[in-house]
């Protein structure tokens, strides 16, 4: 199936027409339906919504049903669960609070819970939880970790597998204990913090770990990928700052629009949208910054499919401490799952693009990023 969709994509690339100087509204349609209706058809996703901001102007494709049984339609303001994409607003408010003195970023984790003193924890830093280079904590968060004793005695206990900056280990632990100190660092716990800080900071009004009863007419069902029966995420300890968050494509439009300047925010924000896109270390496949995975623009299908593989997400990497972080232009990516649900975020600094692709199925994250690459590419080839 693989090697079929992916011829599918490239004939569906060559196919699409020749545009006018400006992307129109039509002419993006086309393109969206024609990069991923065979992406939609593969993996009979019920319901997507693709956004792009591009030049200043903002583009919108929607697809499907938000839930099934009523075929209640996909819109802008559909809530979609992120998955992992939420990481990148555990960074934001992380580099939000060091922006504010209430919090260090380069101070290892034991300085903010002294009760691992003398541990692992000793020698990595808030900045390499938010990297992954955290020397081989597990992708999961332990099973018999239940309770903030219980995860204070396991941090206690845990080794690395070796220098925490040579290994990179994809890790929902990772940020999500990353995201814990620092709504304590605020005088509260993440979803408040995030609440308060960030999100009306960005002037964000979709974007929810819980859902809040007037909202959750607009929240879809995702479709199990094994079962195929409706689901919606829950949640234990820590997974709220690791994959907890549900947003509209309205809202993640606008998170990207920030990111590329496109809004007025104070400094402390803008220095800390800035921090997370600030690579630090090196992968086989791409720059690894505050959960942001970089790549040198233009890239390839093939180097987002290998940096995109359940290799980097499920093994430990080798990794190298870059001397400075990555200059010129730059491919921008994050992908995101739950068991219902699939995002993917990317953004072109340079070409002043970003693109939100939001799905109620999981499909796979090589798919995603070929695709958004794909639609990128032909818009700007538009012009």
Same mark, same amino acid.
């Given at each position: #199936?693989?090697?079929?969709?992916?011829?599918?994509?490239?004939?569906? !690339?060559?196919?699409?027409?020749?545009?006018?100087?400006?992307?129109?509204?039509?002419?993006?349609?086309?393109?969206?339906?024609?990069v991923?209706?065979?992406?939609?058809? &593969?993996?009979?996703?019920?319901?997507?919504?693709?956004g /792009?901001?591009?030049?200043?102007?903002?583009?919108?494709?929607?697809?499907?049903?938000?839930v099934? +049984?009523?075929? =209640?339609?996909?819109?802008?303001?559909?809530?979609?669960?992120?998955?992992?994409?939420?990481?990148?607003?555990? /960074?934001?408010?992380?580099?939000l609070?060091?922006?504010?003195? /209430?919090?260090?970023?380069?101070?290892?984790?034991?300085?903010?819970?002294?009760?691992?003193?003398?541990?692992? !924890?000793?020698?990595?830093?808030?900045?390499?939880?938010?990297?992954h280079?955290?020397?081989?904590?597990?992708?999961?968060?332990p099973?018999?970790?239940?309770?903030?004793?219980?995860?204070?005695r396991?941090?206690?206990?845990?080794?690395?597998?070796?220098?925490?900056?040579?290994?990179?280990?994809?890790?929902?632990?990772?940020?999500?204990?990353?995201?814990?100190?620092?709504?304590?660092?605020?005088?509260?716990?993440?979803?408040?913090?995030?609440k308060? +800080?960030?999100?009306? &900071?960005?002037?964000? +009004?979709?974007?929810?770990?819980?859902?809040?009863?007037?909202a959750?007419?607009?929240?879809?069902?995702?479709?199990?990928?094994?079962?195929?029966?409706?689901?919606?995420?829950?949640?234990?300890?820590?997974?709220?700052?690791?994959?907890?968050?549900?947003?509209?494509?309205?809202? #993640?439009?606008?998170?990207? @629009?920030?990111?590329?300047?496109?809004?007025?925010?104070? $400094?402390?924000?803008?220095?800390?949208?800035?921090?997370?896109?600030? $690579?630090?270390?090196?992968?086989?496949?791409?720059? =690894?910054? #505050?959960?942001?995975?970089?790549?040198?623009?233009?890239?390839? &299908? @093939?180097?987002?499919?290998?940096?995109?593989?359940?290799?980097m997400?499920?093994?430990? =990497?080798?990794?190298?401490?870059?001397?400075?972080?990555l200059?010129?232009?730059?491919?921008?990516?994050?992908?995101?799952?739950?068991?219902?649900?699939? &995002?993917?975020?990317?953004? /072109?600094?340079? +070409?002043e693009?970003?693109?939100?692709?939001? $799905?109620?199925?999981?499909?796979?994250n090589?798919?995603?990023?070929?695709?958004?690459?794909?639609?990128?590419t032909?818009?700007?080839?538009? @012009?």
């Amino acid at each position: #199936m693989k090697s079929a969709l992916g011829f599918s994509l490239a004939l569906a !690339f060559c196919a699409t027409p020749a545009l006018s100087e400006r992307l129109t509204d039509v002419a993006f349609q086309q393109i969206s339906e024609t990069v991923f209706g065979p992406v939609i058809d &593969a993996f009979d996703i019920p319901g997507m919504a693709i956004g /792009v901001t591009y030049r200043g102007e903002t583009y919108i494709y929607t697809y499907g049903v938000a839930v099934r +049984e009523t075929a =209640q339609p996909v819109t802008p303001d559909t809530l979609f669960e992120l998955g992992s994409v939420s990481k990148l607003f555990s /960074v934001a408010l992380a580099g939000l609070a060091d922006a504010r003195g /209430v919090l260090s970023l380069e101070r290892p984790v034991s300085d903010w819970m002294p009760d691992i003193k003398g541990s692992a !924890f000793d020698t990595i830093t808030l900045y390499d939880l938010a990297a992954h280079a955290n020397g081989g904590l597990p992708l999961q968060v332990p099973a018999q970790i239940r309770t903030d004793a219980d995860l204070t005695r396991w941090l206690a206990d845990w080794t690395t597998d070796g220098d925490p900056r040579h290994i990179r280990s994809y890790s929902n632990l990772s940020i999500g204990l990353l995201g814990k100190i620092t709504g304590e660092a605020f005088g509260s716990d993440y979803d408040t913090a995030l609440k308060k +800080e960030l999100l009306p &900071a960005l002037g964000l +009004e979709s974007t929810y770990v819980t859902v809040p009863e007037a909202a959750m007419q607009h929240y879809a069902f995702g479709y199990d990928r094994f079962g195929d029966s409706p689901v919606r995420v829950g949640l234990n300890i820590l997974d709220a700052e690791a994959y907890g968050l549900k947003s509209s494509l309205t809202d #993640m439009i606008r998170f990207l @629009e920030t990111h590329l300047g496109l809004h007025p925010i104070s $400094a402390e924000v803008a220095a800390a949208l800035a921090r997370t896109r600030a $690579a630090r270390y090196d992968t086989a496949h791409y720059a =690894q910054a #505050m959960v942001w995975e970089e790549y040198v623009w233009p890239v390839t &299908a @093939e180097q987002l499919a290998a940096g995109n593989s359940r290799q980097m997400a499920l093994a430990p =990497q080798p990794i190298t401490e870059r001397d400075a972080p990555l200059e010129g232009p730059m491919f921008l990516n994050k992908t995101g799952a739950t068991n219902g649900f699939g &995002a993917y975020v990317a953004m /072109v600094p340079e +070409e002043e693009i970003g693109v939100v692709v939001l $799905a109620n199925r999981y499909y796979p994250n090589p798919v995603r990023a070929r695709a958004t690459l794909e639609l990128i590419t032909a818009i700007l080839d538009a @012009e």
